[in-house]
């Protein structure tokens, strides 16, 4: 079955430090992958999405950037951190075999608090 | 551009009663799709139910079922004999291709909260 993590699960950062938040996806080969952000009571809002190795589309211009340096590995990175950058991280997949119309998964997501 | 719209911020139901939360869909595409995830106190987002455009038949699984009205553009989510396990975010999703891409578009939510 596949499985998917996302670390580190909560992060409290500094106001202009870096970030580098990591997804990973066991169990399946070639799927999607999907960058959310979620403030506080609110929906969801994609960020970024890629569909293979090296290829990321941006949903949003921001200061945040994602790169997919292996097929099952999709990474959120910042070089300097905004305040508006607080809140909670999701990564989801899709592609899955008998999965509906490309479901996507969700991993359980990262609290991220800037300070 | 796809939208999905849930009006209810938040609602209130007795244990063992059913409960309908409602999301209203606007899209221009023929083929799309309806999705419904859970999102418990603990973050993480739990895939319940798809609905197809094309889909005859409304959705069901387990407990939940979407009463889905093409015409109305919305697809409820019914959630039968209620449970304090379900006390939850509820999101509506509908799945559009956006420039070559298949691509989720989420509600707002709604908060559950199953009373004992």
């Known amino acids: 079955s596949q499985t998917i993590h996302q670390w580190p699960a909560t992060l409290v950062q500094p106001v202009g430090s870096p970030l580098s938040l990591e997804c990973t996806v066991e169990g399946t080969s070639n799927p999607n992958l999907y960058w959310y952000r979620q403030a506080a009571g609110r929906g969801l809002q994609l960020l970024f999405y890629?569909?293979?190795?090296?290829?990321i589309s941006s949903e949003v211009p921001q200061n945040l950037s994602a790169s997919r340096p292996q097929d099952r590995q999709f990474i959120l990175s910042s070089k300097k951190l905004l305040l508006s950058d607080s809140g909670f991280y999701l990564c989801?997949?899709?592609?899955?075999?008998?999965?509906?119309?490309?479901?996507?998964?969700f991993g359980p997501g990262t609290r991220l608090t800037v300070l | 551009a796809q939208k999905i719209t849930q009006t209810q911020p938040g609602m209130f139901v007795q244990e063992k009663e059913a409960v309908t939360l409602d999301c209203t869909y606007d899209?221009?595409?023929?083929?799309?799709?309806l999705f419904w995830y859970k999102q418990p106190s603990s973050g993480e987002m739990i895939f319940l139910i798809y609905q197809g455009s094309y889909d005859e038949q409304n959705a069901t699984e387990g407990r939940y079922s979407l009463n889905f009205q093409k015409a109305r553009k919305s697809a409820n989510l019914v959630i039968s004999a209620s449970q304090l396990g379900d006390s939850a975010m509820y999101f509506c999703a509908m799945r559009g291709i956006i420039q070559g891409a298949q691509k989720l578009v989420f509600g707002q939510g709604t908060r559950l909260t199953i009373n004992p």
């Open positions: 899209t221009s595409d023929q083929s799309y799709g």
């Open positions: 890629s569909v293979g190795i090296g290829q």
């Open positions: 989801a997949w899709s592609g899955g075999h008998g999965a509906p119309a490309d479901t996507q998964y």
